[in-house]
């Protein structure tokens, strides 16, 4: 049984958006993100995000359906990034892949990364 799907991330020489160089940034960048979220038909809970700086950014966002987290470091121009969702009721793979794919194409375009898509 696929009981859901987990999308690891490691961004490598990330340009990030402009919207990572200011706390008054990463305040759209927020709502952006909770509107891609809703776009895809996922449920979010909460979210907690702390700016430590530009490009320095770390979140945690609670979905009914699991969770969305990253971590960027700005002097390394590095991110992590999780996302997982649970398939319990419906096969929710591409929406999770949809997120993944905006957040590293819109956020935090790297030059590289390193994928894992893992079947739980």
Not at 19 to 47: Q, R, T
Request: contains cysteine; glycine residues 4%; negative net charge.
């Amino acid at each position: 049984m696929n009981t859901g799907i987990h999308l690891i991330g490691d961004l490598y020489d990330c340009a990030f958006s402009p919207l990572l160089a200011s706390e008054e940034g990463v305040e759209e960048l927020k709502k952006k993100i909770s509107d891609k979220i809703a776009e895809v038909d996922l449920k979010e809970l909460g979210n907690f995000y702390h700016y430590f700086g530009p490009n320095a950014l770390t979140a945690v966002i609670c979905l009914s359906e699991s969770h969305i987290s990253f971590h960027s470091w700005a002097d390394e121009k590095y991110t992590s990034l999780d996302v997982f969702v649970c398939n319990y009721e419906k096969d929710n793979s591409e929406k999770a892949r949809k997120i993944f794919n905006y957040l590293i194409e819109n956020v935090f375009c790297p030059s590289s990364s390193k994928k894992q898509e893992i079947e739980r």
